[in-house]
C-alpha cells in the first residue's frame, strides 16, 4: 500500500484499536505531545536549587601535595578548577524539563509539610 492510500483511509484498524491517519501521523512524529501542556523547564535557581559555586572543596588538600609543586601538578590543579567553573556555570544556566507540580521544591512542600494543594497549581 503505497502513502497516497494511506492517506485516503479515515482509521488504521489494529486490532479492537483505531487510529486517523492524523493521530497515527501525530504519534509517530511526537507521540508525546499531548504532555506538552504539562512540562516546564527552570534554572537551578528558579526550581529553588542553590546555585553550584564552581569551588572543588578537596582542591585545597590537593595543593599540599608535593607532586602538586611540579609543573605537571600546577597545570592538572588548574585544569580542574578550569573545569569546575565551567561546569558550574554551565549547570547553573542549563533549564531542566519537568512535569509542573513535580519540581524539587514542590515535592519538598508535599512531603515535608503534607500539603496537596501544591499539586493543583
Known amino acids: 500500500m503505497n502513502l497516497q492510500s494511506k492517506k485516503n483511509m479515515s482509521h488504521t484498524n489494529m486490532g479492537n484499536i483505531q487510529l486517523s491517519y492524523e493521530d497515527l501521523c501525530a504519534l509517530s512524529i511526537s507521540p508525546l505531545s499531548a504532555m506538552f501542556p504539562y512540562l516546564t523547564s527552570a534554572t537551578r535557581q528558579e526550581r529553588g536549587l542553590s546555585n ?70
Open 52 to 121: 553550584i559555586n564552581g569551588q572543588l572543596s578537596g582542591l585545597y588538600d590537593l595543593e599540599k601535595h608535593s607532586a602538586a609543586s611540579t609543573w605537571v601538578g600546577k597545570k592538572m590543579i588548574r585544569r580542574l578548577q578550569e573545569d569546575m567553573l565551567h561546569y558550574a556555570e554551565s549547570e547553573n544556566k542549563k533549564k531542566e524539563g519537568y512535569i509542573k507540580g513535580l519540581s524539587e521544591i514542590d515535592l519538598s512542600i508535599f512531603f515535608e509539610r503534607g500539603k496537596i494543594e501544591i499539586m493543583h497549581s
